[in-house]
């Protein structure tokens, strides 16, 4: 199956996609989330660019995790990620990525938690792990269950959806497992099965929002967002190799 589109978001519009809480996103262990990213502008400067979260700021023990952007000027921008072990911050890990992104680019990040030893690391377009310092405040060894909604491209307080992304987003993946790098490398330029051990959530967002997996965490769209045919890569990989890319050039760090 080919790779041909991916979601475009626009943060003037307050645009994501989202589902309630299942089982299965609720994930209280160890956790890796992948995602393509190609933002298009920072456009709220100093406030999150939200890739993917279950979180719910202001409503009790309702923060899990969040995959986002911590842009400062614009067009440059780095990545972190923070998980809650009571939900409410008082318990909790933040990874802070020394590794900016400029807009325009696409960049495939895996943000990895291993949460019994508070350790958060990056993995940037399948090269090798990066360690990154841990932000903590509590003793946060694991993430809280709580019941609020997965979403791609904003977070919510108090239910109210906020810290939007701005640019195309492909291939979400969600795994109750920390993904080695060698993992990640063998399967970031490919598409899934869907049936991959651990994999909780995936999203192809080729022209629709369903989840690959029989999890069945198909996601419903707000903000009526659209599909590009502006993709990281093209196709299934051959034997042997990885997948090309459509636009080399596009792609980078």
Not at 198 to 217: H, V
Not at 231 to 237: I, K, L, N, T
Request: glycine share 8%.
């Amino acid at each position: 199956m080919a790779n041909d589109n991916s979601l475009d978001l626009e943060a003037g519009s307050s645009q994501y996609a989202s589902v309630a809480d299942t089982v299965s996103l609720s994930i209280t262990g160890n956790i890796t989330v992948e995602a393509w990213v190609k933002p298009e502008s920072y456009a709220q400067f100093a406030t999150p660019h939200t890739v993917v979260s279950k979180f719910n700021e202001g409503a009790a023990n309702q923060r899990s995790y969040f995959l986002y952007f911590t842009s400062e000027t614009d067009p440059t921008s780095a990545i972190s990620f923070r998980y809650d072990a009571s939900g409410d911050g008082a318990n909790r890990c933040t990874g802070n990525s020394t590794t900016t992104v400029s807009t325009g680019s696409w960049i495939h990040i895996a943000a990895k938690a291993t949460v019994a030893s508070k350790i958060i690391q990056f993995n940037f377009n399948g090269g090798a792990d990066e360690d990154v310092t841990e932000v903590e405040a509590g003793t946060p060894t694991s993430i809280v269950d709580s019941t609020a909604a997965f979403s791609i491209g904003c977070a919510f307080t108090n239910g109210t959806a906020e810290y939007f992304f701005d640019g195309l987003i492909d291939e979400v993946r969600v795994w109750s497992a920390v993904r080695t790098s060698t993992e990640i490398a063998n399967n970031y330029l490919a598409e899934l099965v869907g049936n991959e051990t651990n994999l909780q959530g995936y999203w192809q967002l080729d022209n629709d929002y369903l989840d690959m997996t029989a999890n069945n965490n198909d996601l419903t769209a707000t903000g009526s967002p659209v599909f590009s045919t502006d993709v990281p890569f093209s196709g299934a990989p051959p034997a042997g190799g990885t997948a090309g890319f459509r636009s080399l050039m596009g792609v980078g760090i």
